[in-house]
């Protein structure tokens, strides 16, 4: 069992940065693939990113491509979602999930369904 936890949302203007967190409990995080995914009011929940076990590989959707930056540190049970250049269409609750069954590809790796665990969130508000 995991357990995730959201934090670094908040209130920022269009074009600034914000760095969000999400520390997991429990066994075997540097074994579980992460991802941050956001949904808007009235809007399905999207993926934003994703990156694999040993950070060594990464992917983003292509809205936030060159803007955001996922990283993880295995040693503090921790994936990162470093924000920049925001637009308020990034406005959104981010939620952080956890995999550890499905190969790292971008079609699998992408899509809600896979994700065994999830954050409660965390709001970003980008006024412009």
């Known amino acids: 069992q995991v357990q995730l936890v959201e934090s670094g949302g908040g209130l920022v203007q269009a074009g600034g940065s914000l760095r969000l967190s999400c520390v997991a409990s429990?066994?075997?995080?540097?074994?579980?693939?992460m991802a941050w995914f956001r949904q808007a009011p009235g809007k399905e929940r999207e993926f934003v990113a994703a990156i694999n076990w040993s950070a060594g590989s990464k992917y983003y959707a292509d809205s936030v491509k060159g803007r955001f930056t996922i990283s993880r540190d295995n040693a503090k049970n921790t994936v990162y979602l470093q924000m920049n250049s925001l637009k308020s269409e990034d406005t959104a609750v981010y939620y952080c999930?956890?995999?550890?069954?499905?190969?790292?590809?971008?079609?699998?790796?992408?899509?809600?369904?896979?994700?065994?665990?999830w954050g409660q969130g965390t709001q970003v508000t980008v006024s412009s």
């Open positions: 429990g066994r075997s995080f540097s074994s579980y693939t």
């Open positions: 999930a956890a995999d550890r069954h499905t190969q790292f590809l971008p079609k699998a790796t992408m899509a809600r369904n896979v994700y065994d665990y």
